[in-house]
């Protein structure tokens, strides 16, 4: 299972960008998901929860995000998504998917976790 983000890239403060995490192989169904990001400069540092989404549908933000970004998801793509309005310079980070995913391997059914490569975004003051 692979999971693939896209979408990151360079904008302007105040202005909106929308991130992929599109899940791939022998996907069943996607669990629980979530993006979270880390800020340059701290590499060490453990990654910020930005947002997740269960499959029954609840979602958590973190602080920081709360009113400016949306998780949604689309289960018949395996794809999840996270809106991002309002962009503020301290938004900037890579971002990375998470999901705990139902997969097949070697005909034995699995449930594990993923991680997404992390995809830049840059929000320019």
């Known amino acids: 299972v692979q999971l693939v983000e896209s979408g990151g890239g360079l904008v302007q403060t105040g202005g909106s960008l929308k991130v992929s995490c599109a899940a791939s192989?022998?996907?069943?169904?996607?669990?629980?998901m979530g993006w979270y990001r880390q800020a340059p400069g701290n590499p060490g540092e453990q990654r910020e929860l930005?947002?997740?989404?269960?499959?029954?549908?609840?979602?958590n933000y973190g602080d920081s995000v709360k009113g400016r970004f949306t998780i949604s998801r689309d289960n018949a793509k395996n794809t999840f998504y996270l809106q991002m309005n309002s962009l503020k310079p301290e938004d900037q980070a890579v971002y990375y998917c998470?999901?705990?995913?139902?997969?097949?391997?070697?005909?034995?059914?699995?449930?594990?976790?993923?991680w997404g490569q992390g995809t830049q975004v840059t929000v320019s003051s």
């Open positions: 998470n999901a705990y995913a139902t997969w097949w391997r070697s005909g034995v059914r699995r449930v594990n976790a993923f």
């Open positions: 192989g022998r996907v069943e169904s996607i669990n629980a």
């Open positions: 930005v947002a997740t989404l269960t499959s029954g549908g609840s979602t």
